[in-house]
């Protein structure tokens, strides 16, 4: 159990368009969802945290307009990069949270390679 | 600032010998402690956590992880390394009370020689 899957695995994309990336949780509801970006041989940088029905919540630096966070049910959380460029090629992961006590385990999904051209 | 600090960049180790990938944290109170591995193009997956209780923590495929309080460190550990096992290994704490967020270590790439 606790399986996260992520569409597409990779994409690649002429600079201006936009990209969708979906985040599901197959076989759990998830109480929270997690974006991350992966520069690399670097570590995870955490974008957004996303709360099923509400806004996200961005970590600072993070343009909110520019990665929009979309999450409509307890399964599903979208990203979209919006006028995509070069500088947003990175690997982008996310991560849905199970509640459990005394804490909220979370499940990573495998990633999604975005090179914009 | 909170953070986990992983201080070797690459670890080398030959086949059939023990391996040690170190983690400190510098994070409030008694946070809980995590070990991920990422293989190329691949997401992470989990491989063991500290809650409480016991210092020594068992995980997946042969790993353990020794909680240290006074040294606030996590190193993972394995007894006789596999070639397969060479992948980035990520330390990450949570701290209580911080709901699911996750603070992580910069990474450790683990490589096995045959």
């Known amino acids: 159990g606790a399986v996260v899957s992520q569409h597409p695995s990779w994409v690649i994309c002429k600079s201006g368009t936009s990209v969708k990336i979906e985040c599901r949780s197959l076989d759990f509801q998830a109480t929270t969802m997690f974006w991350y970006r992966q520069f690399p041989k670097q570590s995870l940088m955490l974008m957004a945290t996303?709360?099923?029905?509400?806004?996200?919540?961005?970590e600072q630096g993070v343009e909110k307009d520019k990665f929009l966070i979309n999450h409509a049910s307890l399964t599903l959380s979208t990203l979209t990069v919006t006028s995509a460029h070069p500088e947003d090629s990175s690997f982008y992961i996310c991560?849905?949270?199970?509640?459990?006590?005394?804490?909220?385990?979370?499940?990573f999904g495998p990633g999604t390679r975005l090179t914009v051209l | 600032a909170q953070s986990v600090a992983q201080p070797e960049d690459q670890v080398n180790v030959a086949e059939g010998n023990p391996l040690t990938v170190k983690c400190t944290y510098s994070v409030s109170g008694n946070p809980y402690l995590f070990w991920y591995v990422q293989y190329p193009n691949r997401g992470l997956q989990f491989l063991l956590k500290?809650?409480?209780?016991?210092?020594l923590v068992k995980g997946s495929y042969g790993f353990e992880a020794e909680f240290n309080k006074s040294q606030t460190s996590f190193h993972l550990k394995k007894p006789s390394a596999l070639v397969s096992d060479s992948a980035l290994y990520f330390c990450?704490?949570?701290?209580?009370?911080?709901?699911?967020?996750?603070?992580f270590g910069t990474g450790t790439l683990l490589a096995v020689q045959p």
């Open positions: 991560s849905a949270g199970r509640a459990r006590v005394p804490y909220n385990e979370q499940f």
């Open positions: 990450a704490a949570n701290p209580r009370g911080a709901t699911n967020k996750l603070i």
């Open positions: 996303s709360n099923e029905g509400s806004k996200a919540t961005y």
């Open positions: 500290y809650i409480t209780g016991d210092n």
